[in-house]
């Protein structure tokens, strides 16, 4: 099973960038798929979550409102819809299935 994530950068407080999670080595609409974030001197902290029947999602509080996770079970790929960033959201995200995590991809909110 391997998971990439990908579509991270630098952007401006206020901006807004879309995360991929290419999955391969498993059918990805069998499975909860969920996104992580790791920030610099920071524990890891669950960001969203999205359930196997896409009726189920969680976010974190500091992201609520703000990210929009879905998917694309025919391109077996997640994604993380992150608008009106904030510094704070500064982070390596990670996504994960199961026991499977992916390298993670560098989201840099700076003005």
């Known amino acids: 099973v391997q998971l990439q994530a990908s579509g991270g950068g630098l952007v401006l407080p206020g901006g807004s960038l879309r995360l991929s999670c290419a999955v391969s080595?498993?059918?990805?609409?069998?499975?909860?798929i969920g996104w992580l974030r790791q920030a610099p001197g920071k524990e890891r902290e669950g960001v969203s979550c999205?359930?196997?029947?896409?009726?189920?999602?969680y976010y974190a509080d500091s992201v609520k409102g703000r990210f929009t996770i879905s998917r694309d079970n025919a391109k077996n790929t997640a994604y993380l819809q992150m608008n009106s960033l904030k510094p704070e959201d500064t982070a390596v995200y990670y996504c994960?299935?199961?026991?499977?995590r992916g390298q993670g991809t560098q989201v840099t909110v700076s003005s």
């Open positions: 080595g498993i059918t990805l609409d069998y499975y909860t």
């Open positions: 999205l359930s196997s029947s896409d009726d189920i999602t």
């Open positions: 994960a299935v199961q026991i499977y």
